[in-house]
């Protein structure tokens, strides 16, 4: 069972458009993160959010942590061709091990 | 931010040979590396931790005889594929941390491994 489940898995759009990415769990956590990858390059980090119902925002990314710690959103206003890239979330323990989500792989078409 | 470097950044080698990756990080001391596999379009798998100066601990599924780490500093980490098969043919990532509790990594550029 994968702890991290993100929705959707892939993701074409048109340049200009909007969208949001999920990711759930049925677990809480003290922290969630949220990368983005490019091919042949290693995740990015983009954001931590740590408070429950917390909202991030980093230019036209919006983050949000649920307020129960368990799920987390990504939005996207008027994406471009430049944010296509594989989203990930990421959790974490005391032990300072990651674990990913599934994925989103998101292609904005120009 | 810190740097983690990763090299080489890609390798292909022939069946039954065994491959080293390494993992440094060029301006801070690691307390913790991680390996991770990827496979075309699909998310990080989580193979081991690696602690300066004691054994790399495995998870559930990975084989530890054929994946072998070794963290020798606080900044540089290897991983070392074993008598390589093609089906070893991956995306390896590590990542380090270097602040307990806080779990912000930072991540190599990848290797791309191919056996062939």
């Known amino acids: 069972t994968q702890l991290l489940e993100q929705s959707p898995q892939f993701l074409s759009i048109q340049e200009g458009e909007n969208l949001t990415v999920y990711c759930n769990s049925s677990?809480?956590?003290?922290?969630l993160q949220w990368y983005r990858q490019e091919p042949g390059e290693g995740p990015v980090l983009l954001v931590t959010?740590?408070?429950?119902?917390e909202v991030k925002k980093l230019k036209r990314l919006t983050f949000q942590f649920g307020d129960a710690r368990k799920d987390s959103s990504l939005h996207i206003t008027a994406a471009q061709p430049g944010d296509t890239g594989l989203y990930l979330c990421?959790?974490?323990?005391?032990?300072?091990?990651?674990?990913f989500g599934t994925g989103t792989l998101l292609a904005v078409q120009p | 931010g810190a740097v983690v470097s990763q090299h080489p950044s890609r390798v292909i080698c022939k069946s039954g040979t065994s491959v080293k990756i390494e993992c440094r990080s060029l301006?801070?001391?690691?307390?913790?590396m991680f390996w991770y596999r990827q496979f075309p379009k699909q998310s990080l798998m989580l193979m081991a931790t690696?602690?300066?100066?004691?054994?790399?601990?495995?998870e559930q599924g990975v084989e530890k005889d054929k994946f072998l780490i070794n963290h020798a500093s606080l900044t540089l980490s290897t991983l070392t594929v074993t008598s390589a098969h093609p089906e070893d043919s991956s995306f390896y990532i590590c990542?380090?941390?270097?602040?307990?509790?806080?779990?912000?990594?930072?991540f190599g550029q990848g290797t791309r491994l191919t056996v062939v």
């Open positions: 690696s602690n300066e100066g004691s054994k790399a601990t495995y």
């Open positions: 677990s809480v956590f003290s922290s």
């Open positions: 990542s380090a941390t270097f602040k307990q509790g806080v779990t912000e990594a930072f």
């Open positions: 990421a959790c974490g323990g005391a032990t300072n091990k990651l674990i």
């Open positions: 959010v740590v408070t429950g119902g």
């Open positions: 301006d801070f001391q690691a307390t913790t």
